[in-house]
């Protein structure tokens, strides 16, 4: 697999309704409680507001919390460039997450806008480091402790990120993010939910 070939690029999406459409977005994906958590806390509707902690170039940080999850933080932000031949795809969004009541500190994961092939691995590269992500649905993410602290580390030294991967239906497409304001983004979420 050759995640960066040359692939046609797609309209840019419009900068003026970033912020709020990302904070609409993330309320629709976190607001949903599961029936365990439902049950657990004696909810029936509840929605999880995600608190804006700092906006730092094209990142920005947010923050909430539940009786399950505890504090959740994290740091969002959406491709500058998006390629592939498709006609249609969801939202794409990259995602540096801290939970508190997890081991794992940060965890790197993308939202892709697509269903992955079954069994692929996206690739992420920063510079000239690479790393191999493991798909999951739409989502991709590193593979353990380690590897997230590493990808981390490249990606706050790093200017720019692409990310490749290949959809069910087989089309390839990658994604460039900006790591500008990446490395204040996270000294936010790691002040407002340490570890």
Same mark, same amino acid.
Request: hydrophobic share 40%; proline share 6%; net charge positive.
């Given at each position: 697999?050759? @995640?960066?070939?040359?692939?046609?690029?797609?309209? @840019? =999406?419009? $900068?003026?309704? =970033?912020?709020?459409? /990302?904070?609409?977005?993330?309320?629709? /994906?976190?607001?949903?409680?599961?029936?365990t958590a439902a049950a657990q806390t004696g909810a029936t509707d509840?929605?999880?507001?995600?608190?804006?902690?700092?906006?730092?170039?094209?990142? %920005?940080?947010?923050?909430?919390?539940?009786?399950?999850?505890?504090?959740?933080?994290?740091?969002?932000?959406?491709?500058?460039?998006?390629?592939?031949?498709?006609?249609? !795809?969801?939202?794409?969004? /990259?995602?540096? *997450?801290?939970?508190?009541?997890?081991?794992?500190? =940060?965890?790197?994961?993308?939202?892709?806008?697509?269903?992955? /092939?079954?069994? %692929?691995?996206?690739?992420?590269?920063?510079? *000239?480091?690479?790393?191999?992500?493991?798909? !999951?649905? *739409?989502?991709?993410? $590193? !593979?353990? *402790?380690?590897?997230?602290?590493?990808?981390?580390?490249?990606?706050?030294?790093?200017?720019?990120?692409?990310?490749?991967?290949r959809s069910s239906r087989r089309t390839l497409t990658t994604d460039t993010y900006s790591l500008i304001g990446l490395?204040?983004?996270?000294?936010?979420?790691?002040? $407002?939910?340490? %570890?």
């Amino acid at each position: 697999m050759t @995640p960066f070939a040359v692939l046609q690029p797609l309209r @840019p =999406r419009p $900068a003026w309704s =970033r912020t709020w459409w /990302l904070a609409g977005l993330l309320t629709a /994906l976190l607001g949903v409680v599961s029936p365990t958590a439902a049950a657990q806390t004696g909810a029936t509707d509840e929605k999880i507001i995600p608190v804006p902690l700092a906006k730092h170039g094209v990142w %920005s940080a947010y923050k909430y919390e539940t009786p399950i999850e505890g504090q959740v933080c994290y740091a969002v932000t959406s491709p500058i460039e998006e390629k592939g031949d498709y006609t249609e !795809r969801g939202d794409v969004l /990259l995602f540096v *997450t801290t939970r508190t009541t997890e081991n794992v500190p =940060r965890r790197v994961t993308i939202v892709t806008g697509y269903t992955y /092939l079954s069994g %692929s691995i996206a690739q992420a590269n920063v510079g *000239t480091q690479k790393f191999a992500l493991q798909t !999951r649905n *739409t989502v991709a993410s $590193a !593979r353990d *402790t380690v590897a997230n602290e590493t990808m981390i580390k490249a990606m706050k030294a790093g200017t720019n990120m692409k990310v490749g991967g290949r959809s069910s239906r087989r089309t390839l497409t990658t994604d460039t993010y900006s790591l500008i304001g990446l490395t204040r983004t996270i000294a936010a979420i790691d002040k $407002a939910c340490p %570890s």
